[in-house]
């Protein structure tokens, strides 16, 4: 028995120094960093709060901070320190929703805007033409979304 309570020490140990070997993570600092970002500790993800703009707002036009046109329900404005801009972002809370074309909406935003207002764990979500493109959004808890980096991209998002 002591044996192999011996033999399993050794292997814990083993598996323990292999892994120390392969970790070239730095936690300490993973842990800064989520802390000045918001991001959970070795990840992309973000706690974020929200807020919604559209096209006919003052300062809102056509196109955003890449020169590529505004898609409703897909743009979104980051604080490009936090998020970069051309980052394909996952907001698991709008699944489902409906789209201005009556589709429903995968989740998937693309960080292509930036606003003086947006700074730190902020984002702002465009969801169209007027006031009553919001509608759909309103039913969102915006002071509490979770924002998951998937990818980044070339060009100007899909439309």
Not at 101 to 118: E, P, R
Request: a positive charge.
């Amino acid at each position: 028995m002591r044996r192999r309570l011996a033999a399993l020490a050794v292997l814990s140990a083993l598996a323990a120094a292999s892994n120390a070997q392969a970790a070239t993570t730095d936690p300490v600092g993973d842990l800064i960093s989520s802390v000045i970002s918001g991001a959970l500790p070795g990840t992309g993800v973000f706690n974020v709060k929200a807020t919604l703009y559209h096209a006919g707002a003052k300062g809102v036009g056509a196109l955003d901070s890449l020169g590529c046109k505004v898609v409703p329900m897909r743009t979104i404005a980051v604080d490009k320190s936090i998020i970069p801009r051309r980052t394909v972002i996952f907001i698991k809370e709008t699944v489902g929703l409906k789209m201005p074309n009556g589709a429903t909406h995968d989740g998937y935003w693309y960080a292509t805007d930036i606003g003086s207002g947006i700074k730190g764990q902020r984002i702002d979500l465009y969801t169209g033409h007027g006031a009553a493109s919001m509608k759909p959004m309103q039913a969102l808890n915006l002071g509490k979304l979770t924002a998951v980096k998937v990818g980044k991209f070339e060009g100007c998002p899909p439309n």
